[in-house]
Nanobody
Framework: QVQLVESGGGLVQTGGSLRLSCAAS????????MGWFRQAPGKEREFVAT????????SYTDSVKGRFSISRDNAKNTVYLQMNSLKPEDTAVYYC?????????????????WGQGTQVTVSA
């Protein structure tokens, strides 16, 4: 059973930074594409970023390009999301996700395993 546990969320002022972490277990981590998604109240869950098993390719939604960076450490079974220049519209619950894929495609489709989420709140 795949288990994903997010951490690092919190309250930050506009322009500040946070680093989210996702610790994975129950999977062969270096055979999985990993991703981050977020959901704000009253809105649909939104793709944020993905990273392939070897870190050769990443993908970002347009609204976070240049501000967020996804990375992974396969030796630690951990994926990160560095969030800089945060805006109030980034406020959401952030979810870690995983899908088994050895492809070098960073597609946001097909994720089947999800963490419980961590709250990020950005004050104006």
């Amino acid at each position: 059973q795949v288990q994903l546990v997010e951490s690092g969320g919190g309250l930050v002022q506009t322009g500040g930074s946070l680093r989210l972490s996702c610790a994975a277990s129950g999977l062969t981590f270096n055979t999985y594409t990993m991703g981050w998604f977020r959901q704000a109240p009253g809105k649909e869950r939104e793709f944020v970023a993905t990273i392939t098993w070897s870190s050769l390719r990443t993908s970002y939604t347009d609204s976070v390009k240049g501000r967020f960076s996804i990375s992974r450490d396969n030796a630690k079974n951990t994926v990160y999301l560095q969030m800089n220049s945060l805006k109030p519209e980034d406020t959401a619950v952030y979810y870690c996700a995983a899908k088994r894929s050895l492809s070098q495609s960073a597609s946001a489709q097909g994720f089947g395993s999800w963490g419980q989420g961590t709250q990020v709140t950005v004050s104006a």
